[in-house]
Nanobody, 120 residues
Framework: QVQLVESGGGLVQAGGSLRLSCAAS????????MAWYRQVPGKQRELVASITRDSNTSYVDSVKGRFTISRDNAKKTVYLQMNSLKPDDTAVYYC??????????????WGQGTQVTVSS
């Protein structure tokens, strides 16, 4: 069973930075897309950034120029560097990954979420 473990959330003042990490484990042969989503109470989960195995990236407009997604395929880890944080970035951030297990089955898994709070 695939597990995604996130770390790096916390409380930061507006204008500050945080770096989120998400490590995947559990019988994985390969990972296709890794992504970060966020959700605030009462709203739908929003795709923040994604990265393919070949490191092609995509961002929601509201974070372009401030957030950078990257990955280390050898470590099965994805990162989200968040700079110039704003109070509107406050949310629970979730990691997502899809790919193939060692025995050929596909997976699409989520992390448990990490809270990011930006104070004004």
């Amino acid at each position: 069973q695939v597990q995604l473990v996130e770390s790096g959330g916390g409380l930061v003042q507006a204008g500050g930075s945080l770096r989120l990490s998400c490590a995947a484990s559990g019988g994985i042969r390969s990972i296709n897309v890794m992504a970060w989503y966020r959700q605030v109470p009462g709203k739908q989960r929003e795709l923040v950034a994604s990265i393919t195995r070949d490191s092609n990236t995509s961002y929601v407009d509201s974070v372009k120029g401030r957030f950078t997604i990257s990955r280390d395929n050898a470590k099965k880890t994805v990162y989200l560097q968040m700079n110039s944080l704003k109070p509107d970035d406050t949310a629970v951030y979730y990691c997502n990954a899809d790919g193939y297990m060692l025995w050929g089955r596909t997976f699409d898994s989520w992390g448990q979420g990490t809270q990011v709070t930006v104070s004004s």
